[in-house]
């Protein structure tokens, strides 16, 4: 089972690895509406961290899913 230490360290590995190697996509990581609060006050859990991480790995698989659809054209 996956710990709360080892998503963090997943969800940041994942945006230094999109930070360095997709700069392009980097700036859409402020845009996401997953890091947008709607709380004052807002509680962050295992669950809400893991679909942030889920959210970038699909940022990113769509990112190189498209790039590679343009590159082959």
Sequence with gaps: ???LQ???TE???LTK???TNYPELYHFLEENPMTI???SHPSI???ILQDYLD???QLLKHHL???KNIEEQ
């Design 1 to 3: 089972m996956i710990n």
């Design 6 to 8: 080892n998503i963090l």
């Design 11 to 13: 969800i940041f590995q």
């Design 17 to 19: 690895t999109i930070e």
């Design 37 to 39: 609060p709607s709380e």
């Design 45 to 47: 859990d295992k669950k």
């Design 55 to 57: 959210s970038l790995r």
């Design 65 to 67: 899913e498209t790039r």
